[in-house]
């Protein structure tokens, strides 16, 4: 709170952020807050999705508008429906107490005639998207030529989307003394024009590298055969229990196509994209809001109203035609500090475009291989068992438990735990234990020869993967674990890697030599009084992949290139948005 009121917030901003929880400003807020309040300037704000940028803008022009006058004084353009109503509610909190101010939203497929009544009732703030933007321009029914304030939010995105002559349009009839912020995640060629013709020497914030990615996202990519990517999409998925994802796809035939299969094949899944209607458009991202739906399928366009800050994985079905578009993609996940995975599936022909994008953000992906079948299989063991010890007990079987414990009678407690286990997981093991290997291996990263250490198990690539009985619900992400790890060790910074958390437990992999080191120092270990085993994976080869710091791509080429037979699915279920059918999926059970 102290240090909000430190950027220069006046009470009543300082009082909504009391009520919203708000503690720390983000890093763009403490740069762009103070340069708003202070200058009437432009600016030119860059920085990724996710990152505060709404209350960036937004508390410095709410401060700067008059409520006691019914003009338009500020406009506020973004690229979709539902981002522009994001905002509007966003800063309708903000503005909880400020008396008189009206902040309308103005956007295609609600009633036009509506909307230019709320306007013309007094709206000091219009937020709104550029096509309907410049259709009550064009009707008369807003006048923004005396603006003080014109806000482009993702503006990147405005012009991916073809809007470029609509914003044109629309700032040439503002007025020039007006001030123009700008922000956006990346800085493409079209931004940079948009901001020489109408913007007057404006000062640039840049939080992290320019076009750069967050820290809190983990890169990863998977080199497979183009016949195999929806089968690999759907060994990442059982490979990470608990997955609350979006899937994104290049078109929205694809995106429809995907969904519908993720769906047949029983898991929680439902299509965001052009062709839906609003009001179904609305019923997916409700349903999504809630995790009735884990794995959200979407083209890009679609994606930008999407603001929810606990999705754990973003996956690329497909890499976008414009490798700007994937810093966006990824800004999905690691939000509001939390960790996050990008994962890239790829053909070989694709890899090139790796390097382009680890160019461009900054940071290094980490080439990984589909999980085998028995690596998932182990996964969803140690997931059907974590599921069944922390269960809440039902008291209402306590009237049943005598004719329980007649039919249970002579079953000691091993087998009967190897039954109870069975139920669910033979289903599973019948499905995966003669799946063929995914991984197209040409074009791996790193990749070495094996190396023994007493007996262990040693993959492919040289290294060891080790079980862990610690996960997310001992506070763990990806980053803590690693750090965890190796300071317990004492071992080098990339001498962890894959490091893959779960609900209640996690794998990771060192080189083999590191083995006795890791075995020893966890006997008998403890944290907080609690034991942490770690324990030899079973699956060694499962998952595949090198450590980031890893530059060579040395080929195997003795690897056969796997086939994949598409199954066809009914049609039928275009408009389903995720209920399944007959069987539940978590993960797999």
Known sequence: MTKFKALGLNEALLQAIEDLGFETPSEVQEKTIPILLQDETDLVALAQTGTGKTAAFGFPL?????????????????????????????????????????????????????????????????????????????????????????????????????????????????????????FSATMPKEVSTIAKKFMNQPQEVTVGTKN?????????????????????LKRLADANPGIFSVV??????????????LIEDGYNAGALHGDLSQNQRDLVMNSFRKKQIQMLVATDVAARGIDVDDISHVINYQLPDEIETYTHRSGRTGRAGKSGISMVII??????????????????????????????????????ASKIRNTKINNAVDNYLPAINDVFEGLDREELIKKIISVEFTRFYSYYSKVKDLNSSEGQRGEREPRSSKGTEVSSDGSVRYFINVGEKDGYDWMSLKDFLRDTLEIGKDDVYRVDVKD???????????????????????????FVNVEVSKSPEGGGGRRGKDKGRRRDKDSKKGKFKERSFSKGSSQRTGKRRSKKRDGFF
């Open 347 to 384: 053909t070989r022909s694709e890899l090139r475009k790796i390097k382009t994008i680890e160019n461009m953000i900054k940071q290094q992906f980490e080439t990984k291989k589909i999980p085998s079948g028995m690596e998932i299989c182990e996964i969803q063991l140690y997931h059907l």
């Open 504 to 530: 209640s437990f996690s794998f990771f992999n060192t080189d083999a030599q590191f083995t006795d080191l890791i075995l020893n120092t966890f006997k008998e270990f403890k944290v907080d009084g609690r």
């Open 62 to 182: 709410i401060q700067k508008i008059h409520s006691e006058s019914r003009t338009t004084q500020g406009v506020i353009l973004s690229p979709t429906r539902e981002l522009c109503l994001q905002i509007t509610n966003e800063m309708q909190l903000y503005a909880k107490y400020v008396k008189g101010l009206n902040i309308v939203a103005i956007y295609g497929g609600a009633s036009i005639v509506e909307q230019s009544k709320q306007i013309k009732r007094g709206a000091q703030i219009i937020v709104a998207t550029p096509g309907r933007m410049k259709d009550m321009i064009g009707r008369g029914m807003i006048d923004i030529s005396k603006i003080d304030y014109c806000i482009l939010d993702e503006a990147d995105e405005m012009l991916n989307m073809g809007f470029f002559e609509d914003i044109k349009d629309i700032l040439s009839t503002t007025p020039k003394e007006k001030s123009t912020w700008l």
């Open 212 to 232: 750069s990615g967050v820290d809190t996202v983990q890169h990863e990519y998977y080199v497979v055969g183009g016949r195999d990517r929806y089968e690999a």
């Open 248 to 261: 994104f796809c290049r078109t929205k035939r694809d995106t429809q196509r995907v969904a519908e299969k």
